[in-house]
C-alpha cells in the first residue's frame, strides 16, 4: 500500500484509513525509485522529538535500494515522514496491535563502545518481561561502516552499511536483558524503538536459507526451517558478497511485483516478510551471492488458553501434557458431580482451591503448573483425578495486556484498589486462601454487585468496581479480610479472544447468544438465586471438549438427572446457544457471561493475540 508523501522535509502521515484502531504501530518499506540519484528518507513516531535528519545527507537510499522501518503510531493512527525528493517511496506493509509489541514514544540511545563485539544491557529501558528489542540504526559517518546485533552467545557476522544509510533491526535478549552489537565507530548510532514480549521468537543463531532460483520471484516454505505453525511473519537478515543486485521479500500470498529491490554490494540488512496460512513467502534474489538467515519470526503466540479432557486413574502425580504451553491458571471439573478445582501461578507449591467451597487451599488436587501442562494429585474428594471418571479443563496463560494473574493481603479497609494489572479488566476471578468461597465479576455489571460461584445472586462489598489498572474490592471478608491471602484472576475483553456480556432471559429454546467469535470455554451466571432442578447451583460453565447438550457447574451440587442438560447447549462460530433452564434463561432473570477462544484470527486465519500482523493486500 502506497503511503509516499507528495512534497519534501518532514510531513505528517495519516494512517487511520488503513490500520484498525487498535494499531500500534506501523512496517514500512522506504525505496528509492530514481535510476541514477541518491536520495534520502526517513521515518518517525508523532512523539518522537529526535531530528534523524539534522544532517541533510543522513538516511540515505542508493538508486532502486530498498530498506524498511517499524515506527510506533500515535493515538490518531499517525506517524512523520521526511523526504528529500518525491523519488522516495513509502510502501506500508504491515502493523503491529495490541499491547505487544509497546514502543517508546522518543527512543532512547543505547550506542556501545565502538570497535568489537560489546554487551548492551537495556535492563533499565526495557520492561521484566521483555524477551526482544526493536532498533533503529544509523550511520552518520561519510564512510562505509560495519555494524551487527546478535543474541548473547549467538556467532552471528556483522553486516555493511554504507555512508550515511540507516537500518531496522530486531534482536533477542537474554534474561538479564542484554544483547550484543557490533558498531565500527562512534558514528554508527543505535536507537530503541520498542521491545517485544511474546511476539517475535528468537534465533540463537540464524538459519541459513537455501537460494532460490535467481531472476524471478520464488515461493519459500517456512515449515523447511524448523518456523512454528502459528507464525505470521519473518525477519530475515540479508548480506550480499558481491555486487549490486535485486533483493527483495513479500506476504506469501502476495502478488506485487514491485521493481524497486536492488541492495548494493558488501552490504546487508534486516527484512520482514509476512507469512500465509501454508507458511509460505516471496523472496526474488537476483544472483546467488546473497547470503539469506532467518532471524526471528513474527508469532500469534499459538494459544494463550486451551481446553481438554482426561479420564482419571486414581494415581497421584497424573501429568496432564499437550497443553502447549505453561499455564498460569487451571480450572479442573469433574464431570458432573464435585466441586470444580482452581490452581494460579501464584499459589503456594502443591495447592489449589476448590471455587465454591468453604475450604482454604489444600494439596493433593492439582499440584502444579508445568511446561506443557499440570499435575494432579489424588484425594478421596475425587475431585480432579477418581479412576474411571471423566474431568474437563481450561488451562490459561498470562499474556500482557490480556491476562493476568496476582495476589494480594487482605486488610479490612473499604474501597481498597488493587493495582499493577496493567488493564482495566472486564471479567475478575477472587479466590481466597481461606474457609470462604470465590467470587467474580464481569464488566457488564453495575454498579456495587459481584456474584459468588454458587446460586445467589448478586451481592455487595466483595468486587466493588473494575478500574483501569485492576479492580477495588469491599471489606467482606470473600475478598479482604485481614492477613488472608486472595489470589486473583484478571481478563481484558478483546476483540476475537475474549468477551462479556449480558442478557435478559426470554424461556425460549435454542437461543443463541453472540460473542463475535466461537469459544472454547463459557461462563454464564446470572443476578438472582436460581439453581437447576436437584440443586444444581450455577453458574454454568461448558468446555470445547464436550459434545452433545451438558454443561458443568463449578460446585458440588448435581441435578436429578446427574447430568447437565438444556443449559449451555453448544458452541458456534458467533458465539454459544443456551437451552430453557433457569440457570440461563429463564424469563424473570438478567444474565451475565464471559467467552473465551484459544487463538484470535485475522483475516487471513493466521492465529495471533494482541500480535504483530502482517497485512496482504498491502503488498
Not at 351 to 380: C, M, P, R
Request: charged share 20%; hydrophobic share 35%.
Amino acid at each position: 500500500m502506497d503511503i509516499s508523501l507528495t512534497s519534501t522535509g518532514w510531513q505528517d502521515i495519516d494512517l487511520s484509513l488503513l490500520v484498525p484502531a487498535d494499531a500500534t504501530g506501523v512496517v514500512v518499506e522506504i525505496a528509492n525509485t530514481h535510476t541514477g540519484n541518491i536520495y534520502r528518507g526517513v521515518l518517525r513516531g508523532k512523539e518522537d522529538t529526535r531530528d534523524y535528519m539534522s544532517n541533510t545527507s543522513y538516511n540515505a537510499i542508493s538508486e532502486l535500494n530498498h530498506r524498511y522501518q517499524i515506527v510506533k503510531l500515535d493515538s490518531n493512527l499517525c506517524i512523520e515522514g521526511y523526504i528529500d525528493n518525491t523519488s522516495v517511496d513509502f510502501r506500508l506493509i504491515g502493523y503491529t496491535s495490541g499491547a505487544d509489541p509497546p514502543y517508546f514514544a522518543s527512543p532512547p540511545q543505547i550506542s556501545p563502545t565502538a570497535g568489537g563485539w560489546t554487551t548492551v544491557d537495556v535492563s533499565g529501558q526495557v520492561d521484566a518481561d521483555a524477551d526482544g528489542v526493536i532498533l533503529f540504526i544509523q550511520n552518520q559517518d561519510n564512510s562505509n561502516r560495519l555494524y551487527g546485533m546478535r543474541e548473547l552467545t549467538s556467532g552471528d557476522i556483522t553486516l555493511g552499511m554504507r555512508n550515511y544509510r540507516s537500518r531496522m533491526h530486531v534482536v533477542g535478549l537474554d534474561a538479564d536483558k542484554k544483547f550484543e552489537a557490533y558498531i565500527e565507530t562512534t558514528g554508527v548510532k543505535i536507537y530503541l524503538v520498542g521491545q517485544t514480549k511474546g511476539s517475535v521468537v528468537y534465533y540463537t543463531n540464524n538459519v541459513a536459507v537455501t537460494d532460490p532460483t535467481t531472476g524471478s520471484w520464488q515461493t519459500r516454505d517456512a515449515d523447511n526451517y524448523g518456523v512454528a505453525d502459528e507464525a505470521t511473519g519473518l525477519f530475515l537478515s540479508v548480506w550480499n558478497t558481491s555486487g549490486r543486485t535485486d533483493m527483495s521479500f513479500q506476504h506469501g500470498d502476495s502478488s506485487d511485483n514491485y521493481t524497486v529491490r536492488k541492495l548494493n554490494g558488501d552490504q546487508g540488512f534486516q527484512a520482514p516478510a509476512g507469512l500465509n496460512d501454508a507458511n509460505l513467502w516471496g523472496e526474488y534474489m537476483g544472483n546467488t551471492s546473497m547470503d539469506v538467515y532467518i532471524a526471528a519470526y513474527t508469532s500469534g503466540g499459538g494459544s494463550w488458553m486451551a481446553t481438554g479432557t482426561y479420564t482419571g486413574d486414581g494415581v497421584a502425580g497424573k501429568a496432564i501434557t499437550g497443553v502447549g504451553f505453561q499455564p498460569d491458571m487451571v480450572i479442573v471439573k469433574r464431570y458432573p458431580k464435585v466441586k470444580g478445582e482452581v490452581r494460579t501461578s501464584t499459589m503456594p507449591a502443591g495447592e489449589s482451591k476448590s471455587i465454591q467451597s468453604s475450604d482454604a487451599l489444600w494439596n493433593d488436587h492439582i499440584e502444579s503448573l508445568d511446561t506443557d501442562g499440570f499435575t494432579v494429585g489424588y484425594h478421596s474428594d475425587k475431585a480432579v483425578n477418581k479412576n474411571g471418571d471423566t474431568y474437563y479443563w481450561v488451562a490459561i496463560k498470562e499474556v500482557s495486556g490480556l491476562s493476568k494473574f496476582g495476589s494480594y493481603t487482605g486488610d479490612d479497609v473499604d474501597y481498597r484498589s488493587i493495582t499493577g494489572v496493567g488493564f482495566q479488566p472486564d471479567y475478575v476471578m477472587v479466590f481466597p486462601d481461606a474457609n470462604s468461597n470465590s467470587v467474580h465479576r464481569m464488566s457488564s455489571m453495575t454498579g456495587d454487585a459481584t456474584m459468588r460461584f454458587d446460586a445467589s445472586g448478586f451481592s455487595s462489598d466483595k468486587i466493588k468496581a473494575l478500574e483501569s489498572d485492576g479492580f477495588q474490592v469491599g471489606r467482606d471478608v470473600l475478598v479482604n479480610a485481614p492477613g488472608v491471602v486472595y489470589h486473583y484472576a484478571a481478563f481484558k475483553s478483546t476483540t476475537g479472544t475474549m468477551a462479556v456480556g449480558t442478557y435478559a432471559g426470554d424461556d425460549n429454546d435454542d437461543r443463541d447468544i453472540t460473542a463475535g467469535f466461537q469459544p472454547d470455554w463459557v461462563i454464564v451466571d446470572s443476578d438472582s438465586n436460581v439453581s437447576y432442578p436437584g440443586g444444581g447451583a450455577g453458574p454454568m460453565q461448558r468446555f470445547a471438549a464436550m459434545s452433545g447438550d451438558i454443561s458443568v457447574n463449578f460446585s458440588w451440587a448435581n441435578p436429578d438427572f446427574g447430568v447437565f442438560v438444556d443449559c449451555i447447549q453448544s458452541f458456534n462460530v458467533s458465539g454459544f446457544q443456551v437451552g430453557t433452564e433457569s440457570v440461563v434463561n429463564s424469563g424473570t432473570v438478567v444474565y451475565h457471561w464471559a467467552a473465551f477462544t484459544d487463538t484470535l484470527a485475522t483475516a487471513s486465519g493466521k492465529p495471533r493475540i494482541v500480535r504483530w500482523v502482517e497485512v496482504d493486500p498491502y503488498y
